[in-house]
């Protein structure tokens, strides 16, 4: 078969409609998202807390697997809160455990206690939670890209299922921010 300029035109503009209208599709989709998740985090007061309870909002709460995520979740921020690394490790995946010993894990958290923790959107596929929080620390212990004793966090974690349930893997780094308290 012998295409023609013509047929060649028509097949290349057919196949431009298509991959336009799909990428449309795929903007307003996430678009819709973020306007649900902002939504969620309008509830958020941001600062130090005493609660440290890991709190859902409504439309995350409403996630079949909510009630997994806030367990490792709340888990996770015990272990740092309590300095506790072997419940740290059982709730992380073996990829992010490896690479921290006991020592250098008990000296990076030594001073860090977060609080006011709300969890503003759970995503699938991959599974990852997104979660706003305050954490306070040394100066000297805080990221260095931010040395403040005080900062708030907006971090999207990657979760993933293991034989004893699930486990944070990461955190996606497209979906992470943070500031100063003020």
Do not use: K
Request: aromatic share 8%.
């Amino acid at each position: 078969m012998r295409l023609t300029r013509r047929s060649v035109t028509v097949l290349l503009s057919t196949l431009l409609i298509v991959i336009l209208t799909a990428g449309a599709a795929a903007a307003w989709a996430l678009g819709r998202q973020r306007v649900d998740t902002s939504m969620a985090a309008a509830d958020y007061s941001a600062g130090p807390s005493a609660d440290r309870s890991i709190r859902m909002a409504d439309g995350p709460g409403d996630h079949a697997r909510a009630e997994e995520i806030r367990d490792v979740l709340q888990g996770y921020f015990d272990s740092i809160n309590n300095r506790d690394y072997a419940s740290w490790v059982r709730s992380v995946a073996a990829s992010q455990s490896s690479v921290q010993d006991p020592q250098r894990w008990a000296r990076e958290y030594s001073t860090s206690v977060d609080s006011n923790f709300m969890v503003t959107a759970v995503f699938d596929d991959p599974l990852r939670a997104r979660i706003l929080f305050t954490s306070q620390q040394s100066v000297d212990l805080a990221p260095p890209m931010l040395p403040a004793e005080c900062i708030e966090w907006d971090v999207t974690y990657l979760v993933s299922d293991t034989d004893h349930g699930l486990v944070l893997s990461g955190i996606d780094p497209s979906a992470q921010s943070m500031t100063a308290c003020g």
